[in-house]
């Protein structure tokens, strides 16, 4: 069963960090794009940041400067290091990825949301 696993999330004092983790398990046959995405109370779930397989990154305006997106793509995983954190920050992340389920079929996952809560 290919799912996509995630780890990292807690909660944090305003100005602090975490690192959230997310892996593809299951039998894939590779990793495009991968992002990860949040979701707050009452609000539509927003892009927080994403990368290519080549490694080229896109993040919302919001965490510019303050969040950094990496791969690991032996290990089919994506990281999202997260500093100085802010109460507005407080969401439900979820990563997301398209997977190859073939060699030449793509098919996007999500995983199942970890809680991030920044205390101010």
């Known amino acids: 069963q290919v799912q996509l696993v995630e780890s990292g999330g807690g909660l944090v004092q305003a100005g602090g960090s975490l690192r959230l983790y997310c892996a593809a398990s299951?039998?894939?046959?590779?990793?495009?794009?991968m992002g990860w995405y949040r979701q707050a109370p009452g609000k539509q779930r927003e892009l927080v940041a994403s990368i290519t397989s080549s490694g080229s990154t896109n993040y919302a305006d919001s965490v510019k400067g303050r969040f950094t997106i990496s791969r690991d793509n032996a290990k089919n995983t994506v990281y999202l290091q997260m500093n100085s954190l802010k109460p507005e920050d407080t969401a439900v992340y979820y990563c997301?990825?398209?997977?190859?389920?073939?060699?030449?079929?793509?098919?996007?996952?999500w995983g199942q949301g970890t809680q991030v809560t920044v205390s101010s």
């Open positions: 997301n990825g398209l997977l190859y389920i073939t060699s030449y079929t793509l098919k996007n996952y």
């Open positions: 299951g039998t894939i046959f590779g990793v495009n794009t």
